[in-house]
């Protein structure tokens, strides 16, 4: 059967009110790829998979919650949604907003955001409002905003997102017969990390009464400059290469903690150097491109392995790599050198690919 999206899939299991709507461009169902090479660069003797969230229609995993967010506002008569973001939940909501046939209002931190999220909010239609100010400020201001006007909030404290958010927890122990032993994953406002916990203890719960045993153990990872949850209270200025995690204050973060706390993981801090030297290994090594904050998750487990704390010999383990790398072209194009321009001559040609 032709598919038909994640609420069409998996909305029996979602607590979903029966208003709701569906609106979807046939997000979810994204690759599960078995990470040999990278693996084996880590030290090996574990199986590595990498759950390619970039794959999803608009680039990031944020189209599961928005299928679900969106869908509850139409049915309910919503004309107008409106998000804070670093980026992805902006392109995201719009999207899905403009399937609907809705207005949505996005607000951004002033120069902070990759341009393919921003070309993305433009493209689909949505008002883009720069804020002189972080992505916290930004979402204070669209919680007080919705407290006051009939606008329909789609950032991740809506609950409909989390429940969208869960059905990657579900794909992932469809296709791999049982929850892995690990799952690495960046975290920024702390949505996603609340809803694979959740999605995990659903699904395994549906298979099994003892479900501590066969639930997996959770690594979020923050970037050092913007690591709130690691340090113990909300970071002021919040700065990282990986600006879709720029945020100092999250919104779930409670629970984030308490996932992970649950789950017998943690939350740990990278540097962007790690961040950029995972990015490229995980390009190089098996042809993979994300953005940055989507190899955080890897480079905490590299750095988790590398260590010595997380024995991963003969172990499961799923990283998440949650936007695709076309996001934020500039980051890789920035420091480059401009590839060499020979005539179009066969002589011109040989000489430079066959020198050494
Ligand atoms: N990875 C990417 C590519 C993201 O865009 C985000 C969040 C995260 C990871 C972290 O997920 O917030 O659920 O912990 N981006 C949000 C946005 C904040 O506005 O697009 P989280």
Known sequence: MTYQGLIHTY??????PIHSRTVSLLEGRTPLIKADNLSRQLGGGFELFIKYEGLNP???????????AVSEAL????????????????ASAAAYAARAGMKSIVLIPQGKVAAGKLAGAIAYGAQVIQIDGSFDDALTMVVEITNKHPI??????????IE????????IVDELGSAPDWLCLPVGNAGNITSY????????GLKSAVLSSLLPKLLGVQAAGAAPLVLGHAVENPETVATAIRIGKPARGEQALQAAEESNGRIIAV????????????????????EPASAAGLAGLAQEVASGKLKVEGKRVVAVCTG???KDPEIITKDMQKPIVVPPRLDALEEIILRN
């Open 197 to 204: 916990w959740a999605g995990f203890k659903q699904y395994c």
């Open 58 to 68: 608009t680039g990031s995993f944020k189209d599961r919650g928005m299928t679900a």
């Open 75 to 90: 049915g309910r008569g919503v004309t107008t949604v409106i998000c804070a973001s670093t980026g992805n939940t902006a």
């Open 324 to 326: 695709h790398g076309l």
């Open 271 to 290: 540097t962007d150097d790690q961040i950029l030297d995972m990015q490229k290994l995980l390009a190089r090594l098996e042809g993979i491109w994300v």
């Open 164 to 171: 969208g958010q869960k059905t990657a927890a579900f794909e």
């Open 152 to 161: 329909c909030l789609v950032n991740s404290i809506n609950p409909y997102r």
């Open 11 to 16: 909305g029996h299991l979602l607590d979903l």
